[in-house]
């Protein structure tokens, strides 16, 4: 079956940074666009970073541009999220999505304070 497992998640440093890790099984993830999602406390989840296949083409929030960086190992099957300069106001939870097979990760708690 479809697995997407987040990891890296953690308490950071405002202007620190995090790289988050999404292992994907149950499907072709090289033909697969792929994307991370964030949801704060009582706010809605919200679209951070999508990255198409096979060559990788991304696309950010316009409140991560400049800040985030998404990537793609095919050969790991692993999606990645750099997240550098981060501020309190990343502080969410943050899940991985398959698009396509409207398919979840658990999410991975990034909390930014000093």
């Known amino acids: 079956q479809v697995q997407l497992v987040e990891s890296g998640g953690g308490l950071v440093q405002p202007g620190g940074s995090l790289r988050l890790s999404c292992a994907a099984s149950?499907?072709?993830?090289?033909?697969?666009?792929m994307s991370w999602y964030r949801q704060a406390p009582g706010k809605e989840r919200e679209l951070v970073a999508f990255i198409t296949y096979p060559g990788g083409t991304t696309d950010y929030a316009n409140s991560v541009k400049g800040r985030f960086i998404i990537s793609r190992d095919n050969a790991k099957n692993t999606v990645y999220l750099q997240m550098n300069n981060l501020k309190p106001e990343d502080t969410a939870v943050y899940y991985c999505?398959?698009?396509?097979?409207?398919?979840w990760g658990q999410g991975t708690q990034v909390t930014v304070s000093s």
């Open positions: 149950g499907f072709t993830f090289s033909s697969s666009a």
């Open positions: 999505k398959w698009p396509r097979g409207n398919y």
